[in-house]
Structure formats: structure tokens, C-alpha cells
């Protein structure tokens, strides 16, 4: 584990899947993170790569061969080599190699690089393209953050403050893809309370907003986070079921259609990396 600390920040990162596992307040001691109660769900912050969401069949083509992968991809369960360049950041990567080959025929090299700055933690997934032929993949986060943050108080004492208003469809999800429509969800609205039944048909998914930053906060209390995803053009939102927690999914990639024809250059949401170049995207959460 791989601890980095700044202010009054105190992050706590695993090599394995280059997962954020802790993000403390010193002052007032909060948790934000979600810890992993595998009661409800193990995990605290996967980073999802080469793909995001489920593959129809969990299995895809490219050059007119076929290859299966699970959802969300492997980088998550994957040891990532570690380097701490200071107190307060790190950097995590994953190399292509024999066991990635073989499902997934791209060489890469995956950074995530975590910094905590002002009060925030900022966290970048790099992508670079080492070969001669183009790079397809998609990225993105997955973190999970305490729901009540403040003991004694209940999840429906919190809410989603979205940057701006919006009116926008859910995106309605069947066996982990994307359905052909949607269902109402804001109408040019900014608050969406949090309720545990929003997450019993399993994830929120929304597409292209207007928002660049969502605010997490207590209606009962003055603490939260605001997270900005700029640059991602896909929001996942999602609990467990009747789980104490939230997910706010920053995406550049989204699951499969129900109607996607498998081949991997056509599916929604695909980055297309040139030959020895790379790319970049940044999300960031401040802590208040």
C-alpha cells in the first residue's frame, strides 16, 4: 500500500488494480471512501481498462478474430508496478504482456498517476501507444464514497448536486447493456436525492451532460465532495443494493448495446489511439 499525504489529506492507494483505498480528512476525520464490506460489495475504487461496462457475450472481435474479456476489463485485478515521487503523489503502471495479449491484442502502457493538491485528490489515467498500429480502449474510474459520511446520519440525508441543470434520460441497462431507450430522470433539474431504490435496477447511466462537476452532500450536515469529470463524456452512478455507499463513475467508454455487432472498432465510446502517442483524462475530488 502506497500512502500519500498532504494538508490535511491522507490518501491510501493498492498496486494491485492501482486502487484508491482511503481518502481521510485529517481534521475532521472523515472517511470518504468506501472501506469494502464484501457483505455488500468488495471493492473501493476499480479503474476500469481496456474496456467499460459488459461485452455482449462478454466477447469481442478485431480483425476477424474473437476474444473474450469480462466486464470492466482486467486492469483492476492486475498488479500495477508502483513509484512514490514524493509525499504526495504516485504513480501506478501496467504494461502489456503475455496475459493481456491474449485477450486483448494491443500493446500499451497504462499509468494512473494520483496527486492530492489544495484540498484535493486529482487522478489521471494516461494511455500510451508503444506500437505501430493504432490502439482501441476505453478508461475509466469507479470509486465509491461513504453514504452517510457523517455518523448519525442516513443515506436519504444526502443528495447529487450536478453543476448545472439538466434534463436527461437514464439510460436503462438489461444484463449489463445498454437498452435501446431511456426513462425520465431530471427534467432541468440540479439535485437528485439519494435513495437506495435508485439502485435496484442496477446503475444510473447518463450521457453527454451539460455538467462538468457533481457535488455529493449532506442536506443535514455541511460536509461532502465535489467531483469533476471533465472530459468524460459518460456518468455512471450506482450502490449495491441497500449498500452505504455511492458510486460516481467517470467514463470514456460505456458498456455494450443490446444490439452491438461485437466488432470492437464499432463499439460506442471506443478511444482510438494513434501509433507513439498518448492521451490523457483527469477526474478530482474535493473534500469539504
Same mark, same amino acid.
Request: glycine share 8%; net charge negative; hydrophobic share 40%.
Given at each position: 500500500?502506497?500512502?500519500?499525504?498532504?494538508?490535511?489529506?491522507?490518501? +491510501?492507494?493498492? =498496486?494491485?488494480?492501482?486502487?484508491?483505498?482511503?481518502?481521510?480528512?485529517?481534521?475532521?476525520? $472523515?472517511?470518504?471512501?468506501?472501506?469494502?464490506? *464484501?457483505?455488500?460489495?468488495?471493492? &473501493?475504487?476499480?479503474?476500469?481498462? =481496456?474496456?467499460?461496462?459488459?461485452?455482449?457475450?462478454?466477447?469481442?472481435?478485431?480483425? @476477424?478474430? @474473437?476474444?473474450?474479456?469480462?466486464?470492466?476489463?482486467?486492469?483492476?485485478?492486475?498488479? !500495477?508496478?508502483?513509484?512514490?515521487?514524493?509525499?504526495?503523489?504516485?504513480?501506478?503502471?501496467?504494461?502489456?504482456?503475455?496475459?493481456?495479449?491474449?485477450?486483448?491484442? !494491443?500493446? !500499451?502502457?497504462?499509468?494512473?498517476?494520483?496527486?492530492?493538491?489544495?484540498?484535493? %485528490? &486529482?487522478?489521471?489515467?494516461?494511455?500510451?501507444?508503444?506500437?505501430?498500429?493504432?490502439?482501441?480502449?476505453?478508461?475509466?474510474?469507479?470509486? *465509491?464514497?461513504?453514504?452517510?459520511?457523517?455518523?448519525?446520519?442516513?443515506?436519504?440525508?444526502?443528495?447529487?448536486?450536478?453543476?448545472?441543470?439538466?434534463?436527461?434520460?437514464?439510460?436503462?441497462?438489461?444484463?449489463?447493456?445498454?437498452?435501446?431507450?431511456?426513462?425520465?430522470?431530471?427534467?432541468? +433539474?440540479?439535485? $437528485?436525492?439519494?435513495?437506495?431504490?435508485?439502485?435496484?435496477?442496477?446503475?444510473?447511466?447518463?450521457?453527454?451532460? +451539460? @455538467?462538468?462537476?457533481?457535488?455529493?452532500?449532506?442536506?443535514?450536515?455541511? &460536509?461532502?465532495?465535489?467531483?469533476?469529470?471533465?472530459?468524460?463524456?459518460?456518468?455512471?452512478?450506482?450502490?449495491?443494493?441497500?449498500?452505504? !455507499?455511492?458510486?460516481?463513475?467517470?467514463?470514456?467508454?460505456?458498456?455494450?448495446?443490446?444490439?452491438?455487432?461485437? %466488432?470492437?472498432?464499432?463499439?460506442?465510446?471506443?478511444?482510438? $489511439?494513434?501509433? &507513439? @502517442?498518448?492521451?490523457?483524462?483527469?477526474?478530482?475530488?474535493?473534500?469539504?
Amino acid at each position: 500500500m502506497i500512502t500519500l499525504h498532504h494538508h490535511h489529506l491522507i490518501a +491510501q492507494i493498492n =498496486p494491485k488494480g492501482a486502487e484508491l483505498q482511503s481518502l481521510k480528512h485529517i481534521g475532521t476525520g $472523515l472517511e470518504y471512501m468506501w472501506q469494502g464490506n *464484501a457483505a455488500y460489495w468488495g471493492k &473501493h475504487s476499480p479503474v476500469l481498462f =481496456p474496456i467499460v461496462g459488459t461485452l455482449r457475450n462478454d466477447t469481442y472481435s478485431y480483425n @476477424s478474430k @474473437s476474444y473474450q474479456m469480462g466486464r470492466h476489463g482486467f486492469a483492476r485485478d492486475m498488479v !500495477f508496478e508502483a513509484a512514490q515521487h514524493d509525499e504526495a503523489s504516485a504513480t501506478f503502471t501496467l504494461t502489456s504482456n503475455e496475459t493481456t495479449l491474449a485477450v486483448y491484442p !494491443f500493446a !500499451f502502457i497504462f499509468k494512473v498517476h494520483y496527486k492530492l493538491k489544495d484540498g484535493q %485528490i &486529482h487522478v489521471t489515467y494516461e494511455v500510451e501507444n508503444p506500437a505501430d498500429n493504432a490502439l482501441l480502449f476505453s478508461v475509466g474510474g469507479h470509486p *465509491a464514497f461513504n453514504v452517510p459520511l457523517v455518523p448519525g446520519t442516513t443515506y436519504t440525508d444526502h443528495e447529487l448536486v450536478f453543476e448545472k441543470p439538466e434534463t436527461a434520460g437514464r439510460w436503462l441497462l438489461k444484463d449489463g447493456l445498454i437498452d435501446v431507450e431511456t426513462t425520465p430522470l431530471l427534467n432541468n +433539474q440540479q439535485t $437528485l436525492a439519494l435513495t437506495p431504490s435508485l439502485f435496484h435496477n442496477d446503475a444510473i447511466v447518463l450521457k453527454h451532460l +451539460q @455538467s462538468q462537476k457533481v457535488t455529493l452532500k449532506g442536506t443535514t450536515h455541511p &460536509h461532502g465532495l465535489t467531483f469533476d469529470f471533465t472530459g468524460f463524456p459518460y456518468l455512471g452512478i450506482w450502490a449495491a443494493k441497500d449498500a452505504p !455507499f455511492v458510486c460516481i463513475e467517470p467514463w470514456c467508454g460505456i458498456a455494450d448495446s443490446v444490439l452491438h455487432n461485437g %466488432i470492437l472498432s464499432n463499439k460506442e465510446g471506443m478511444e482510438t $489511439l494513434l501509433p &507513439h @502517442s498518448n492521451w490523457q483524462r483527469t477526474w478530482s475530488v474535493t473534500c469539504f
